[in-house]
């Protein structure tokens, strides 16, 4: 069975910066997409907050390379005005999450939002996990 995975930025920022201790599992969650096993899902909104902080670690060009690799490992899903008035409505603290399980709301199938930041997404209609949590399913 393959999984789909909303994954938060906060994710695909310990796995390009290699931040300890959570890259082990967002490295897993990434080579689970390479083998097949998962699709990724990811905000378009996402790229600028994952560009700002992964070129603090690692320069504006590599930050490039980067983007665009993440861009052909992921499928990426647009926000557009319907997502910004749902997120309004969401009943979010942070508003950026809202924003991002706004635009997870519209794929269909969609298995679980992948977070380190849950209590971030209490309100949540989808199954919201950590990385690590995700990982311990056992039919992967």
């Known amino acids: 069975m393959v999984h789909k995975l909303f994954i938060d930025s906060d994710v695909v920022i310990d796995f390009f910066t290699d931040r300890t201790p959570f890259a082990n599992a967002a490295s897993e969650i990434f080579e689970l997409s390479e083998n097949g096993s998962v699709i990724i899902y990811l905000s378009a909104v996402s790229i600028n907050n994952i560009y700002y902080i992964v070129r603090k670690y690692l320069g504006h060009k590599k930050t490039l390379e980067i983007i665009g690799l993440l861009t052909e490992m992921t499928e990426l899903v647009g ?51 950590t990385p690590t949590n995700f990982l311990k399913l056992k039919d992967l």
């Open 79 to 129: 926000t557009n005005k319907k997502e910004i008035l749902q997120a309004l409505k969401n009943n979010f603290k942070d508003f950026e999450d809202s924003i991002q399980y706004s635009s997870a709301l519209n794929i269909n199938g969609l298995d679980a939002i992948i977070t380190r930041n849950i209590k971030d997404y209490k309100n949540s209609k989808i199954a919201v996990m």
